[in-house]
């Protein structure tokens, strides 16, 4: 079962000035909503309590608690600070506290302390904690950007000192901002492993920390991994991407006991990280870990960090609530699809971030390849001086050709319609008996894309590209259409066998109008010009047309993504070459003005001569 935690006390915490854009209905709202949708029936709640001294002051220094504790007592003085003001804790002037910071604080670190508590004890299955304020920001005696107290940090370290079943610890930060403080607090850790997806924006987006270079301290070197992307418009297909080609294989070689989840959805569409990953994608996100089996008996506690929309937090929140319940992940659009939504300004940045984004990738992996093998096995063996070698010292010559082995990967593997795969239902006969299931994740087996496939039974099963494809059932909006219309198509015989003619009754051949399942695809399709055989096709997700690339289609407007781009590129340069070439002569003004009266004298002569 799933526990949640919620306390009405982490709403007393507010910007007395109201110019924060942290409110406490974060939480209240999100909680609202699991309520009124009957999921919160299904959860079981857990009670909180105050996190003690000891327990905070195994990240925090004491000084920084007392400091922070002084905060309730500021109507008595003793914090020399007016009473009902907001007072703000950074240089940012964005982290404020108020009489009851404090309590709110202690509580979300002891409420997510006893959620997870749990979750080892196998009492719950897994957890999801509403709190506030967030904490991944917080530093060992620092309070910055909202965060008072780290509570992700708190959890992860008591965790491994009063456990002795939990020996590693896998922590994904998938918050827009880069949590600076529950990095710091475990760079020299080899047990725990920090994950952040995160906007960097070559260091000028907010903390500025994260870069590539940042892998750990001593021995916690390879245990910090993040992946900082260049600019704002990435959605949920560069972030799914980046959890099956570097999360994934990372953590399965890590076999972490547990997993902690800074869940930041200031990365949704329309917050203030201006990303555009959809309620869907976060599901989706949260299905990669919970069944791909990276921890045994799927021990991940999920707590709220950021996210300061409403309309697109509360729709996000959901969506990951009912993935840890055991609900199916919503569908995502592909990059296709998605793209068709972008103006015309955004679809051009689009080509170029694209590329930037690939570069990023190939660049942790091949940073990352020191520590791990998933990443130094892919590189052939010529490249290497032995089988086993990590590549720990290298040339500039020999780390450049890693690295451009490494994008040259990227690129091939790169789909755009990738995305649109994952959530897809399959059938499939296995053993002669006919099981259901929905697609989790892609990955590279052998040189061969092999689809890990979740069927009912909570069984995880690898197919190959054609026989998932050839197991793909239509989506619920075609199943309805199709319905819909063999409806009509029955009342029209029925209506021909009485001799009735009905003028609204369709046609049969309008069934093969229905987008029907992903056609057969082998392996060779999938090579570095990967999509450029692909047209979009009818409004179902995810569906491909394979057609010759002299017969590829294009929008109205002429763009189709990125080939879009070149197909109209192409066109125009070879509509320039067709033309015939102008006299050069006739490239300066007064040579065009004296050719203009020689053709006037011809014309004259020949009215002369008719």
């Known amino acids: 079962m799933t526990g949640v935690f919620y306390d009405p006390l982490c709403l007393l915490h507010r910007d007395e000035e109201d110019e924060s854009v942290e409110k406490p209905e974060r939480c209240s709202e999100i909680f609202a909503a699991l309520k009124n949708q009957g999921l919160l029936a299904r959860c079981r709640r857990v009670e909180g309590r105050m996190a003690t001294k000891k327990e905070v002051c195994s990240i925090h220094t004491a000084p920084f608690y007392r400091m922070i504790q002084d905060t309730q007592w500021r109507k ?13 804790l950074d240089e940012e002037k964005d982290t404020y506290f108020n ?25 719950l299955k897994n957890g999801f904690a509403i709190i506030r304020p967030p904490g991944h920001h917080a530093e060992k005696c620092k309070a910055m950007g909202f965060c008072l107290f780290n509570h992700i940090a708190i959890t ?76 704002h418009g990435f959605g949920d297909s560069e972030y799914l991407q980046i959890f099956e080609q570097v999360l994934l294989p990372i953590a399965r070689e890590f076999s972490p006991d547990l997993v902690l989840v800074s869940a930041g959805f200031d990365s949704a569409y329309g917050d203030i990280g201006e990303m555009k990953v959809t309620e869907n994608g976060f599901g989706q996100m949260t299905s990669m870990l919970v069944n791909t089996g990276i921890v045994e008996d799927g021990k991940i506690v999920v707590a709220l960090e950021g996210g300061y929309n409403l309309k697109s937090l509360v729709p996000s929140a959901l969506s990951t609530v009912k993935v840890l319940l055991g609900d199916r992940a919503g569908q995502v659009p592909s990059e296709t699809d998605a793209i068709n939504f972008y103006t015309w300004a955004e679809r051009k940045r689009h080509v170029g971030n694209r590329k930037r984004f690939m570069d990023v990738i ?24 032995t089988r086993n070698d990590t590549l720990t010292t290298q040339s500039g010559s020999e780390r450049n050709q890693q690295l451009n082995f490494y994008r040259k990967f990227v690129e091939s593997t790169t789909c755009e319609f990738y995305a649109g795969y994952l959530g897809r239902k399959v059938n499939k006969l296995i053993k002669g008996e006919k099981r259901t299931g929905y697609i989790v994740e892609r ?20 197919t190959s590209h054609i026989a998932m494809v050839k197991s793909l059932i239509e989506t619920e909006e075609a199943e309805k259409q199709r319905d819909s219309l063999n409806t009509k198509v029955e009342k029209n015989r029925e209506n021909a066998i009485d001799g009735k003619h ?32 692909y047209t979009r096709s009818g409004s179902t997700l ?69």
């Open 76 to 88: 008595n003085g003793s914090a020399r600070l007016k009473r009902n003001t907001g007072i703000h």
């Open 99 to 123: 009489d009851y910071s404090f309590k709110a604080a202690s509580l979300s670190c002891g409420g997510l302390l006893e959620l997870t508590s749990q979750v080892v004890q196998g009492k």
């Open 156 to 231: 992860a370290k008591l965790m491994r000192q009063r456990y002795d079943s939990v020996q590693r610890i896998l922590i994904v930060d998938w918050d827009v901002h880069h949590g600076n403080g529950t990095q710091k607090s475990f760079e020299a850790d080899p047990d725990i492993l920090y994950f952040s997806i995160h906007r960097y924006d070559g260091g000028s987006f907010f903390p500025g920390t994260g870069s590539v270079s940042s892998v750990g301290k001593g021995a916690g070197a390879g245990k910090t991994v993040n992946v900082p992307l260049p600019t």
């Open 362 to 385: 190939a660049r942790v992996m091949s940073e990352q390849s020191r520590f791990w093998t998933c990443f130094s096995e892919m590189l052939p063996l010529a490249k290497r001086k």
């Open 443 to 462: 990955q590279f087996l052998g040189g061969k894309i092999r689809w890990m496939i979740h069927y009912d039974d909570d069984e995880v099963r690898a």
């Open 502 to 533: 009905d003028k609204n009754a369709l046609d049969e051949r309008l069934l093969d109008k229905i987008p029907k399942p992903l056609p057969e695809l082998s392996y060779d399709d999938f090579d570095v010009e990967y999509g450029s055989k």
């Open 542 to 610: 995810g569906r491909m047309q394979v057609l010759p690339k002299l017969e590829r289609e294009d929008d109205q407007d002429g763009l189709q993504g990125q080939h879009g781009v070149g197909d109209r590129l192409a066109d125009k340069k070879a509509r320039n070459r067709s033309r015939p070439l102008v006299n050069k002569k006739r490239s300066h003004p007064l040579n065009a003005k004296l050719d203009s009266k020689e053709n006037h004298a011809k014309k004259m002569r020949l009215n002369r001569v008719f």
